[in-house]
Structures are given as C-alpha cells and as structure tokens.
C-alpha cells in the first residue's frame, strides 16, 4: 500500500476514466483515489489528475495536476482554463501517463554508476568479472544490482551459485515497457549475499528486447548505487553508451586478441571510456604479454587478470566464485576503485 506522501488523486465522476487510470495504477502497483470533483481529500496526493468533468479547479492545488480526457472534447482549452500542467489524452498518452504517475511516486534521483562488461571473444572470461566485481561491491556494502544482458551466455545465477534463489527473472519483465518502478527491482530480484541479480530462466524467451533493457536499465541505474551489465558482444551499441564505464576482457591469445580489437572498434565509436582487462594464462609461456596486447588494440590497460582453476571447478560444481583473499577478489577491489572512487 503506497503511503499518504504517495498517494495519486484522481478528480472525476466519468466511469471509463476511472476505468482506464486505476487499471495504469494497478498494472505498476500504485494505489489511486478516486475522489469527486467537488470534494476534498486530494490535497496530500504528489500527483492530481483531473477528468474533464471538472469545472473548477480544486483550491490552493499546488502539486502536479494532469488533464485526462479525450481529443473530442476541447481538453486542451479545458486544460488551459483549469491551469493542469499537462494533458494526458487517453488512450494513446496510456505510456506517458503510467510514467508520470511513476515519477510522481518515485522522483527521479541521480543515476547510479553503471558498469559494463564486454568480452572480446567466446570465452574470454567477462561474466566471471561481472559477477565478482558485483559481489565484491556488495560485500563493501554499496547497494548493488547485476544484470545478465545475454540471453545465450548460460545464466549468471549459475556463476554465483545461486540458481536456486526465488525472484524476478528477464521473461517476467518482457511485457513491461514503461512500466517498470525501480522498487520493483529493488524488492522483487533474488539476492546472493547481498547482490541483487537480475538473471535468466531455463524455459522463457531466448532474446532481449531492446525497449524492455532500456526501461530496465532506466529503473536499476534509479534503485541501486552501481550497476553492473553483463554485455554480450553483440549487443546493440546504445547498450554499450548507456553505461558509465566499459571494460573489455580479453585472453592473452592472438586470435583472441584479434576479436577484441574489432569489438574494441565499434565500442570507442560510441563510449569514451572502454578499458581493457587482459586474461593471462596460468602458463606463462602461453600468454601474450598484457600492455603489448593493450597497444595492439589500442586500449588503456587496466589490469592483467589470472587465470584461477580453482574458480572454474568451483563453478562447474555450483558452488560459485570462491570467496575470501583471491586474486579475482583482489583484482576487482581495483575494478571498483576505478569506476567508483
């Protein structure tokens, strides 16, 4: 139940507009009081939404007011002549409305930090990052949410050990473009340790709407101090520019550093800020040295990452990365301290 400093008033007598606003309230769980137009009660509501019925404006109304109504009615004259701040014509302004009524409850605030994280190649080794930068930050206690942006790349629930978990998943959310309150996340996603995930089931779609990330990396970036996007390589570029920061990982191998240079490519065309973390091997003699790939590509290097065959077992048994002073742990203590100073 949203409390009295959340409340939407709605002003009218007309049952299909009635109708019509609770049911954009109830499909994003906001509570709406419907009050007649000559009576009181609206006067602690952060939003105040006026059916064409009404004739007089409330008094002393000085919180947001929409018009609702429809284009033959003269809304817009009506609108004018009532003093309402904007005008919802129903049903095409249905979207503009369910997101007004959103911001209303829950203003819009500084955007968290966002992270996201690329491979350069199959393999490379960018969804183990992910995860242990994120659980990292949750365990320095920053409030912190980690998506899963590829729909083919396993489940990052299965890299944390934490398949198991009840909560929201990416094919619950397919049917909610702009209608996403960022405390949805904040309250329906499983938590691992304290890491909110937003991750993928076994049986649902196997793709990503574009409309349906951008609402959900809207509200995210809204609800949660950092954000950490698990990028498949070929996701569309504006994914890519909405995240403050971009790591590319790659392995120290010549055909693996080949691919991340053409990634690399079409990221520095739409983001500033793209650094590369090169994964070594365990055998040195195999590995590439890491500032060379670095210059070969042409990113600034982050850091070189270890490869960890405990981690990897550990992962294939469920059990997910491994905690306390590892070498990953330690890597994305630095991780953080770039992107979150």
Not at 61 to 75: H, I
Not at 135 to 159: C, I, K, T
Not at 303 to 316: C, E, I, Q, Y
Request: net charge negative.
């Amino acid at each position: 139940m949203e409390t009295t400093e959340h409340r939407i008033a709605l002003l009218t007598r007309i049952p299909s507009l009635i109708d019509h606003c609770a049911a954009l309230a109830d499909g994003i769980g906001i509570t709406l009081d419907v009050i007649a137009p000559d009576s009181g009660g609206w006067q602690n509501a952060v939003l105040v939404l006026l059916g064409e019925d009404v004739a007089e404006p409330p008094q002393a109304l000085g919180v947001a007011t929409v018009l609702v109504g429809t284009a033959e009615s003269g809304v817009w004259a009506h609108a004018a002549r009532l003093g309402a701040d904007h005008v919802a014509v129903l049903p095409d302004a249905s979207e503009w409305l369910t997101q007004r009524m959103i911001t209303a409850v829950e203003p819009p605030g500084t955007p968290g930090t966002t992270l996201g994280v690329v491979a350069g190649s199959g393999g490379a080794g960018a969804s183990v990052l992910a995860c242990a930068t994120a659980r990292q930050a949750a365990a320095e206690g920053m409030n912190v949410v980690l998506l899963d942006a590829d729909s083919l790349g396993g489940g990052l629930d299965l890299v944390l050990g934490c398949e198991d978990l009840e909560g929201l998943r990416w094919p619950a959310l397919t049917e909610s473009r702009g209608r996403l309150r960022p405390s949805l996340l904040t309250e329906a996603l499983p938590r691992h340790e304290g890491l909110a995930v937003l991750s993928w089931d076994r049986e649902g779609r196997v793709d990503l709407d574009s409309e349906v990330f951008d609402q959900v990396l809207a509200a995210a970036q809204q609800a949660f101090d950092l954000v950490v996007v698990d990028l498949p390589r070929h996701a569309p570029v504006e994914w890519a520019r909405a995240c403050h920061h971009l790591l590319l990982v790659t392995p120290a191998r010549v055909r693996a550093a080949v691919a991340a240079a053409r990634v690399a490519k079409r990221l520095v065309t739409v983001h500033p800020d793209v650094k590369l973390v090169v994964r070594e091997s365990g055998k040195a003699a195999s590995s590439l040295d890491p500032a060379l790939v670095a210059q070969t590509i042409g990113l600034d290097l982050l850091g070189a990452l270890r490869d960890d065959p405990r981690l990897t077992a550990a992962v294939d048994r469920g059990e997910g990365i491994p905690g306390g002073r590892t070498h990953i742990g330690r890597f994305t203590t630095a991780v953080l301290d770039e992107v979150c100073p």
